[in-house]
């Protein structure tokens, strides 16, 4: 069984910075995939950005050049820095771990951007 945590949500203004991060417990191999998703209100959830156990990271447009995800591979943890956010940017931020074909989701941690 696996279990996922999330921190650091919160309201900030444009402009601001947030850090999210997402803590891995249980049978955690050590070759996965981590990634943060998101989902605003009447839409859909859509990708933020992943990072491999090796390192490689993709991130959504959106955030290219404002957000940038790690991931601590001692701790199971990754984290998403935030800068520059934007009203945009507002939703609920889910961690999403991929391992032997098996996506295990966190229980969402909200941000929210005011303008």
């Known amino acids: 069984q696996v279990q996922l945590v999330e921190s650091g949500g919160g309201l900030v203004q444009a402009g601001g910075s947030l850090r999210l991060s997402c803590a891995a417990s249980?049978?955690?191999?050590?070759?996965?995939?981590m990634s943060w998703y998101r989902q605003a209100p009447g839409k859909q959830r859509e990708l933020v950005a992943a990072?491999?156990?090796?390192?490689?990271?993709v991130y959504a447009d959106s955030v290219k050049g404002r957000f940038t995800i790690s991931r601590d591979n001692a701790k199971n943890t990754v984290y998403l820095q935030m800068n520059s956010l934007k009203p945009e940017d507002t939703g609920v931020y889910y961690c999403?771990?991929?391992?032997?074909?098996?996506?295990?989701w966190g229980q969402g941690t909200q941000v929210t951007v005011s303008s």
């Open positions: 249980g049978s955690i191999f050590s070759i996965n995939a």
């Open positions: 990072v491999i156990s090796g390192g490689s990271t």
């Open positions: 999403n771990l991929v391992q032997l074909r098996l996506n295990y």
